[in-house]
């Protein structure tokens, strides 16, 4: 199937897979256009939204009995598409808030948080999803459905769930005029010992992403 018949207009749009076909591909194609950088004044904002709607069609996933896909095993779907230059893009966008903590599982007791990246958690998502894309674009819409499935219990659902947290605690810091302290030395090849460290923002946060979502200047 190519893109152009992706929304063939006999596909029923009430059809559970074209509405998640369809949700996963506005994601997908809403990242790669705010990694380019044009409107980084609302990037943050627009990610947020965006994550939450993805979440919503991994939720209807999640809830919907197990998928068996129609062949016994999955098509070669040959190399993955590179995602190096979306992660870096996504990184120098959210500089400074890029970096945060996240606990990996809540459930698993005393377990310390963890640094993540906010750019490694999207380019990982989008990874998974082009995965199962290929497959719905190849007509494969059982394997598709499957592999959406089964990488959002195993990785996509939790990547993306962590990094909406992280999304939205950098809204509310801003709408509610709480400026993050000053990051000392957080980065995702250290661990977070038994300090509190709060991700970087601050006045940086305020300035760059502060003014679009209509929050008064910090004195």
Known sequence: MSDATLH????????????????????????TEVAKGDEPDSAVPFLLLEVSQLLLAGG?????????????????MGPEPDVDELRENLARLLDPIDVYSEVFDPYEPRKAPVPA????????????????????????????????QFSYFSNWGSTASASLRALQSVVAHVRLNQPLAELDGLDTDQGLGDDTLEAEAGKVMAEEIGTPLGMRPVQ
């Open 8 to 31: 063939a207009t006999d596909r029923n749009p009430d059809d559970f897979a074209v509405q998640i076909a369809d949700q996963i591909e506005s994601f997908l194609v809403a990242v």
């Open 60 to 76: 209807r996933l999640g809830a919907h009995e197990d998928i068996v896909p129609e062949e016994r095993y999955e098509p070669d």
């Open 117 to 148: 990246r906010i750019s490694d958690d999207l380019t990982d998502v989008i990874t998974d999803l082009r995965h199962g894309m290929a497959h719905y674009k190849a007509g494969r819409t059982s394997e598709a459905l499957w592999w959406w």
